[in-house]
């Protein structure tokens, strides 16, 4: 039996962007990956795309390996990599396979108005500290760039996830504002580099959480607007009647 992978489908899916995940994902499915060998680190093939690619994804993490494409010869996350990790989880562990149906980069609510659980917010904050540890300070050499700002997407991702599952009510909402201040106080002191704006566009969806809480409850739209910083760059409070 093969090296089992330390990754599922919903793992890569979060952690690239969408086109490129579909795009490696439907090499998977219409039999391009080829030849797939487990060694001691990695898994390899042979990837059909508009030619031939020799392909390695190590075992551990689905971003780190080789290809002879234009993108692998620079260091980058290419579709044929994608493919071969993919093709990988779906070998070595067929139940792992689910794709996430719901939008990774735009705000959801759940829609139910109705009190939090202390079980819930304790679940919820874990989540959001797993995706608030991926933004992070980076000094690195240019080459690993791409891999820091797919660490910066997935961060993004799991905490919009999370936050998709608040039901809607103060708490919620303070979970909300309190991670803003956390994120915009990251922003400012942490040395994160934004720069293709994905940690400033988590921060509009997370105001956008608030804004379908608001248009569920005018009493709750009223307690945002009494509660989020007024006067912040981003322009938070616009909306709120404030």
């Known amino acids: 039996m093969g090296k089992i992978p330390q ?9 690239v962007g969408n086109h490129e995940f ?3 994902l439907e090499l998977y499915k219409r039999g391009a990956v080829k030849n797939i060998k487990n060694d001691f680190f990695d898994y390899t093939a042979t990837v059909s795309g508009t030619k031939d690619y020799l392909v390695a994804v190590n075992s551990s993490s689905y971003d780190r390996g080789d290809c002879n494409c234009y993108l692998g010869q620079k260091d980058q996350l290419c579709k044929h990599m994608i493919a071969l990790a993919v093709a990988a989880v779906y070998k070595h562990r067929p139940n792992d396979t689910e794709i996430i149906k719901q939008p990774l980069d735009q705000a959801v609510c759940s829609g139910e108005i109705r009190d939090i659980t202390k079980e819930e917010i304790e679940n919820i904050k874990v989540d959001i500290s797993r995706g608030v540890s991926l933004i992070k300070s980076y000094d690195g050499p240019s080459s690993k760039w791409f891999q820091y700002q797919d660490g910066l997407t997935k961060g993004s991702r799991l ?7 608040l039901p809607v009510c103060e708490k919620s909402a303070t979970i909300c504002i309190s991670l ?3 994120l915009d106080k990251k922003l400012l002191t942490s040395g994160i580099d934004d720069s293709d704006g994905t940690v400033g566009d988590l921060m509009d969806q997370i105001v956008e959480v608030l804004n379908l ?3 569920l409850d005018d009493n709750l739209k ?3 607007a009494k509660n989020l ?3 912040e760059v981003f322009n938070w ?3 709120f009647g404030i």
Request: no cysteine; glycine share 12%; charged share 25%.
């Open 213 to 215: 809480f608001a248009s």
């Open 22 to 24: 579909y795009k490696g």
């Open 237 to 239: 409070e616009r909306g």
């Open 7 to 15: 990754f599922t489908i919903a793992d890569i899916q979060l952690g």
């Open 229 to 231: 910083p007024k006067g």
């Open 159 to 165: 905490i919009l996830m999370a936050l998709s599952r």
């Open 180 to 182: 803003l201040k956390r």
């Open 222 to 224: 009223k307690f945002i």
